[in-house]
C-alpha cells in the first residue's frame, strides 16, 4: 500500500512539472520531531539550486525511506518550492526479551549484543525491518538447537509521544532429541563410523 501511494504521488507530481525540469529554490520540511533538519538534508539527493523532476522525485522517497527513520515520506513540488512530509517512525522507550531460560540457547549477554547489533535500544528510532532481523536470527538460533517449535511473540505500546515500548515474548518449546537413526546403504564405512562424521544419533543418556 506504501508503495502504491507513493508511486501515485510520483505520477501527480510529474503531471505539474513541464517538459522542463524546474529547479529547486527552497527545500521545507513538516513533521519532523526526532530527527534533525541537518540529518534529513543529508540524505536529499537534491539541493537548492538543482533542478528537480519526477525521476529526482522518487530518488528522495527511495533515499529517506533507506534510512528506516520514517513510516511515510510525502513531496510537494510548487513555484520552485519543494515540501517534503514526514511522518517519524517511533523512538524505541523500552525493549524488554522475556521468557527464556538463561543459557538454554541464549543468556542476558547475547541479548545485550543482539539490541546492540540491531540498533534496538532506548531512545534509538524503531524500525520494523531490523525487528523482523531480530526475530529471523532468533529463529535460526533456536532452530539451531533443535527448538524447533520455539515462537516469538511481540507486543508493542505506543504513546501519545511517539515513543514505543517492545516486548518479545519467548515460548522455546522442548529440545527435539534424536530417538534413533538408522543407516542403510553403507559399504565401505560402518555405521559408527559415519554417525561420527556426522556428530549425530541417540541422546547419551546422562545429556537426557
Do not use: W
Not at 540498533?119 to 529471523?136: A, E, H, Q, T
Not at 505506543?158 to 559399504?187: A, C, H, P, W
Request: hydrophobic content about 45%; aromatic content about 12%.
Amino acid at each position: 500500500m506504501k508503495l502504491f501511494l507513493n508511486f501515485l504521488l510520483i505520477l501527480i507530481l510529474s503531471s505539474a512539472f513541464s517538459a522542463n525540469a524546474a529547479k529547486v529554490d527552497e527545500i521545507k520540511f513538516s513533521g519532523l520531531e526526532s530527527i534533525s533538519r541537518g540529518t534529513a538534508l543529508n540524505y536529499l539527493p537534491v539541493e537548492v539550486g538543482d533542478e528537480f523532476d519526477q525521476d529526482i522525485a522518487q530518488k528522495v522517497i527511495d533515499e529517506l525511506n533507506k534510512t528506516d527513520f520514517f513510516f511515510d515520506v510525502q513531496l510537494n513540488f510548487k513555484n520552485g518550492v519543494l515540501t517534503i512530509k514526514f511522518i517519524e517512525n517511533p523512538v524505541i522507550k523500552f525493549i524488554d526479551f522475556k521468557g527464556y531460560e538463561n543459557d538454554m540457547v541464549i543468556n542476558d549477554e547475547i541479548i545485550e549484543k543482539i539490541k546492540l547489533n540491531y540498533s534496538l535500544m532506548p531512545g534509538k528510532i524503531f524500525s520494523n525491518v531490523r525487528l523482523k532481523k531480530v526475530l529471523s536470527e532468533l529463529q535460526h538460533l533456536y532452530s539451531s538447537n533443535a527448538f524447533f517449535d520455539a515462537k516469538f511473540n511481540v507486543k508493542s505500546d505506543l504513546d501519545s509521544q511517539n515513543r514505543v515500548g517492545i516486548e518479545i515474548i519467548f515460548s522455546e518449546g522442548e529440545r527435539k532429541l534424536i530417538g534413533n537413526l538408522t543407516i542403510s546403504g553403507n559399504q565401505k564405512f560402518d555405521t559408527d563410523t559415519l554417525l561420527d562424521i556426522l556428530d549425530m544419533g541417540p541422546p547419551d543418556f546422562f545429556l537426557i
